[in-house]
């Protein structure tokens, strides 16, 4: 792409042609921050699950940004005011909600950044784009931060009902298979309307909006924690934090520079241009090659875990609705320390913990209808779904991982 186009087409599977006109726009594309997201699963290990599951954080992004130009003109056309200005600003804020994400989606935030999310990461890649960029990111930033005094602009991009989670749903259900996650993004939108400047929806929407809610409870349970998916990215957790205990005793592990560097320091806290340009070099592929490296290596725990994710060959993992017992968990210990596994290696073998999912939270970026008197109340007070308060309760269940004792 070059900077003087007018115009530019790019060929989605989901919409058919996204456009983008603004020249901004191409610059944030060409850009290596947003490139890298070329090299960033969507869906983390889930493609071990479903093998069409390879999608990239950079096609949803401009997903993103396709629905946030439909929903812009949508508006338009109701009478509601939107600067050309705030129009960029609210696609360069969807564009790079999630510029932020580290190899394979969540892994890394739990195991070499620890505590630094990848929305934080996202906003400090913004601050370091707009002082590149000259200010042109600051109204999108403003947004993206609930600054702006348009409150429904952030909406779109952080609600229960936003663009994310509207192209996420539809996208990751195509390349699943799962058609559990299909939702009608289009009759969404199109009922989408703004009254002082926070974002509702028109009441003959309603239902769109419940299959919406249905779909992403759905979508979470068969798709986002499915099992095989889930103990994949616990093992790549503790793997990632095994190799950085064995750096911190000064072995050398063959992996790339820029993961080497994470590794070896504790960078908790990027708070510098060098180390956030750094960031922007680990991708899926800094990860993948150093399993293939560390499969062969002489460490029992890196060389097995390693080998495991490569082929395949995860736990065991077992989920019901109640914590498992002191007994369970210890029967496993038992058997895999009479097949040789130390007591220090145990937690890469057993372990157990709680997975949950909330389809709507009643109380936090409230979804609200617009009624046909022009009234605007809560979803909650007008669908079925929420009799009972069942559907918006906290759904917890329990894990268990454990390996076969076959070593």
Same mark, same amino acid.
């Given at each position: 792409? /070059?900077?003087?186009?007018?115009?530019?087409?790019?060929?989605?599977?989901?919409?058919?042609?996204?456009?983008?006109?603004?020249?901004? %726009?191409?610059?944030?594309?060409?850009?290596?921050? +947003?490139?890298?997201?070329?090299? %960033?699963?969507?869906?983390?290990?889930?493609?071990?699950?479903?093998?069409?599951?390879?999608?990239?954080?950079?096609?949803?992004?401009?997903?993103?940004? #396709?629905?946030?130009? /439909?929903?812009?003109?949508?508006?338009?056309?109701?009478?509601?005011?939107?600067?050309d200005e705030e129009s960029i600003g609210m696609q360069i804020a969807i564009l790079l909600h999630? %510029?932020? #994400?580290?190899?394979?989606?969540?892994a890394m935030e739990n195991s070499i950044v620890e505590g630094v999310h990848h929305e934080?990461?996202?906003?400090?890649?913004?601050?370091?784009?707009?002082?590149?960029?000259?200010?042109? &990111?600051?109204?999108?930033?403003?947004? +993206?931060?609930n600054q702006y005094k348009r409150k429904f602009m952030y909406q779109l991009v952080s609600g229960q009902i936003d663009l994310d989670r509207m192209d996420y749903l539809k996208r990751d259900s195509f390349y699943t298979a799962a058609t559990e996650g299909n939702i009608n993004s289009e009759r969404i939108i199109t009922m989408f309307n703004v009254v002082d400047d926070q974002l509702v929806i028109?009441? /003959?929407?309603? #239902?769109?909006?419940?299959?919406?809610l249905i779909a992403r409870r759905l979508m979470y349970w068969q798709v986002y924690l499915h099992k095989t998916s889930l103990v994949a990215e616990l093992l790549l957790?503790? &793997?990632?934090?095994?190799?950085?205990?064995?750096?911190?005793?000064?072995?050398?592990? /063959?992996?790339?520079?820029?993961?080497?560097?994470f590794l070896n320091r504790d960078s908790n806290d990027i708070n510098s241009l060098d180390l956030l340009k750094r960031f922007a070099l680990l991708d899926d592929y800094d990860?993948?090659?150093?399993?293939?490296?560390?499969?062969?290596?002489?460490?029992?725990?890196?060389?097995?875990?390693?080998?495991?994710?490569?082929?395949?060959?995860?736990?065991? %993992?077992r989920i019901q609705n109640n914590p498992f017992t002191q007994k369970q968990i210890n029967e496993k210990i038992e058997l895999l320390s009479s097949a040789g596994i130390k007591e220090s290696d145990m937690g890469n073998y057993v372990f157990t913990g709680e997975i949950s999912n909330q389809a709507y939270v009643p109380d936090i970026k409230t979804i609200m209808i617009l009624t046909k008197s022009g009234e605007v109340n809560s979803l909650q007070r007008h669908s079925e779904l929420f009799v009972g308060n069942s559907f918006s309760n906290m759904e917890s269940k329990f894990y268990l991982c454990f390996a076969k004792p076959i070593f």
């Open positions: 792409m /070059k900077n003087n186009q007018k115009l530019t087409l790019l060929n989605d599977p989901i919409y058919g042609f996204i456009h983008i006109h603004e020249p901004i %726009i191409f610059k944030l594309l060409e850009h290596p921050f +947003f490139q890298r997201l070329r090299r %960033i699963s969507q869906m983390g290990l889930s493609s071990l699950v479903y093998p069409g599951a390879r999608h990239s954080r950079f096609e949803h992004a401009l997903g993103c940004v #396709h629905l946030m130009q /439909k929903t812009i003109s949508i508006l338009r056309t109701k009478g509601i005011a939107i600067t999630d %510029i932020g #994400h580290g190899p394979f989606s969540h934080s990461l996202s906003l400090k890649f913004m601050n370091a784009l707009n002082n590149e960029f000259e200010g042109q &990111l600051t109204l999108a930033i403003s947004i +993206f931060q028109e009441e /003959k929407g309603m #239902h769109s909006v419940e299959k919406f957790e503790r &793997l990632l934090k095994h190799a950085r205990i064995l750096t911190s005793k000064g072995e050398v592990l /063959k992996t790339s520079n820029s993961l080497s560097y990860i993948v090659s150093s399993l293939k490296e560390w499969q062969n290596h002489s460490d029992f725990v890196l060389s097995d875990l390693s080998s495991r994710i490569l082929n395949r060959n995860l736990l065991k %993992i």
